[in-house]
């Protein structure tokens, strides 16, 4: 092996790293929100469209942007578009649930609500990524 080769090895796995479906998964998800919550903020706050359709438009919009980028750019997938969907859609609906029962349950225990909701939304983020890699993105 050679100097060069040597030096090369770290910095291709860091390119590895960034170019692996688990970082993509971690910047849609960013990108997600950020649209969640912009179009919130727009809808809502900009042009005072009431609360709960401001609300529910702005999380179909994030939804779409999860769901495409992950499967175009995130997974690259190419399988059936209608299954790939409706197995989204039932995730999505599984964290909902999930969300609301366990923060419940943590500010039950003590735990401060925002709290409880970061951490639940960390554990289902790799919950998420597992599940869409080997059932809904394949």
Do not use: C
């Not at 998964?25 to 809808?43: P, R, T």
């Not at 609360?51 to 769901?67: D, K, M, Q, S």
């Amino acid at each position: 092996m050679t100097a060069d080769a040597r030096v090369d090895r770290p910095g291709r796995s860091v390119l590895r790293v960034f170019r692996g479906s688990g970082f993509r998964f971690l910047i849609v998800g960013g990108a997600s929100v950020v649209v969640d919550a912009g179009l919130l903020y727009v809808l809502h706050g900009l042009l005072g469209l009431r609360l709960e359709p401001a609300t529910a438009l702005a999380f179909l919009a994030g939804f779409v942007v999860n769901f495409a980028l992950n499967r175009q750019w995130a997974f690259a997938s190419t399988g059936r578009l209608r299954r790939q969907l409706a197995a989204h859609v039932v995730l999505v609906a599984a964290n909902l649930l999930v969300t609301v029962l366990l923060v419940r349950a943590l500010t039950l225990l003590g735990v401060m609500y925002l709290v409880a909701k970061v951490l639940i939304t960390a554990v289902l983020a790799t919950v998420n990524y597992v599940v869409s890699r080997r059932w809904i993105f394949t």
